[in-house]
Every structure is written in C-alpha cells, then in structure tokens.
C-alpha cells in the first residue's frame, strides 16, 4: 500500500488515494485505489522501471 495522486474522473479533482501496485498486460504498472471522498476507483499510470 502507498499514498499515489491522481484525477477522479467523478470528483474532478486531483486527489490522494491509498492505492496497491498492479502490474498491466503490456508491461507497464498502475496504482490503482479509491477515491477517499465517493469511492470510484482511480488509477495512476506508473514508470515501467521504477
Ligand atoms: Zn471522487
């Protein structure tokens, strides 16, 4: 777990969410968590070498 920013597309607005690292089908890594404040999910686009 770890604290990543990112948009929510419902809020419209940056946020801070508590997100977990996901590894993606073309090599790439996302955070992915909810939003704190209406619980859509959000995700944040990562470096491939981190
Ligand atoms: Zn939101």
Not at 7 to 17: A, G, I, P, T
Not at 30 to 45: F, H, I, L, N, Y
């Amino acid at each position: 777990m770890g604290s990543y920013e990112g948009y929510c597309v419902k809020c419209r607005e940056k946020r801070s969410f508590d997100g977990e690292i996901k590894d993606l089908k073309n090599g790439s890594k996302a955070a992915q968590g909810a939003c704190p404040v209406c619980g859509t999910k959000m995700t944040r686009m990562l470096p491939k070498s981190a």
